[in-house]
C-alpha cells in the first residue's frame, strides 16, 4: 500500500545484536579493521535500540490506563487480533512481537538512508564486520542522517532518506507497536502487523527484494482475510483494503515498466553527463505520466503524492524492493488454491533451498502439478512447551539477518 516505504524490514538497532554477538564471540573490533567511525555507528544505533527495549509497555496494562484514546485503544486491540490471526491462520511464526507498546513522542521510530549512483540503478552498500554488506544505513537520530546524506551527495550521490513507522528485528529483540503505527487507517495497520510478522517467517539471506516483495504480498493478502473475517468480506474497512492492493498492483506494475525504460538509457553508450541530463526528462514525465496516464485507473488517493516527488534512483529502488513481482506470488496463491499459509509453506521451502526464491516461485509455477513440491499443511497448535509453532520455529543464526543486497538497513 502506499505506506510500505514507510516500514522498514530490519532496524539500525540490530547493532545491538551485532555488538551483543561480538563479544560473546571475544571478537575485538579494530582487529577487524573497522573504523573508528564505523564503531562510533554501530554502537550509537545499539544504543538507539536499548532506548527502546528499556522504554516499552505491556499492550495488556496499557489498555486499563487511562492514558489512551478510544480509537488508540481500539487499534492496540485489533494489533492483538491481527497477531493471533498471523500465527495460527497463516502460520507465521508464534513471537512475543507486538504485545507491547512504545511511546516515540511523535518523530519516526527511525530514519533510513540509501544511495545510488546518479547514471545507474545501482544501490550504494556498506560493509560491517559479522553484518556484512547492505544497502543502506539506519539511524535513530535524523540529524545523523543528513550529515551522512550530504556527505554522500557531496560525492555525487542520489540518496533518499525517510522516516520509518515500523521494523523487524527477525527475532533478536521482541518488536513493540510503536505509536506512528496507530495513526494509521485500520487496514493500513493490520497490513503492517502481517508484514513485519512474515519477515519472522520467511526470509532468504542475500535476496532482499525477494524479502520484502514477499511480506508485502502477505501483509495486502493476509490483511484483507483477517479484515473480512473480523469485520466482513462486504465491510467498508474491507473493500478499502482491497482497493489499496489493486493500486499497489497497478502502481508497481507502472513503477516497473519505467525501471526497464531507465535502465535501458543508463546502459546505453551515452557520456555519464549525458544520461543524467536525459534522465531528469524521464523522470519529469513520469510525474506528468502519473496524472495522465495512471490516476485514472486508481481506486484510491494512496499515491498521489509521487508527482510532487523529487523522484532519483535512490527512490525508484526504494518503490522497486517493496513491489518487484507482487503478481508472481498471486499466481502461486491462486495455484494453491488461494490458501495464503500453503504460499508461505512454499516460499520457506523455496527460501531453505538457497537459491533465488524468485527463480524458485517460476520454476515452480511451470512443473507439473502432480509432481512438484507440494507444502504440506498443518494446523497450528497452541506449543505445549514454550516454543514457537511455526513453519520456521527455529531461530535464526546471526547470517539470517545479513542482507547483503538491496534492501535492508542495520
Known sequence: MGSSADRNLIAPGICLAVLRSLHFA????????????SVSYVAKQASGQLHIVMNRTSIDKLLKTGRLTEDQKEKLRLVLEAKAYAEETIGLTRSDNYLKYHDTGGKSVAWNLSASPRDALAPKTWWFPIVGTVPYLGY???????????????QGYDTCLRGVRAYSTLGWFTDPVFSPMLEDDIHELVNTIVHELTHGTVYASGQGDFNES??????NQGGVEFLAMRFGADSAVCRRAREAIADDAAFGEWIADHLDRLRGLYASDLASEEKIHRREFF?????EGYTAELKPMLKTADYDYFPAMQINNAVLLGYARYM?????????YESLGRDLRATVLLAVHLAD?????????RRWLKEDPATRFTPTLRKAAPPDDGKPASPRARPRPLSWIIHQDSTVPV
Open 26 to 37: 571475544g571478537i575485538v573490533l579494530a582487529g577487524l579493521g573497522l573504523g573508528g567511525c
Open 214 to 219: 514477499f511480506a508485502t504480498f502477505v501483509g
Open 324 to 332: 518487484d513481482d507482487l503478481a508472481l506470488y498471486e499466481k502461486a
Open 283 to 287: 523522470f519529469r514525465q513520469m510525474r
Open 353 to 361: 533451498e538457497g537459491d533465488d526464491p524468485k527463480e524458485g516461485f
Open 140 to 154: 535513530f537520530d535524523r540529524e545523523d542522517g543528513e550529515i551522512e546524506e550530504r556527505r554522500l551527495k557531496a
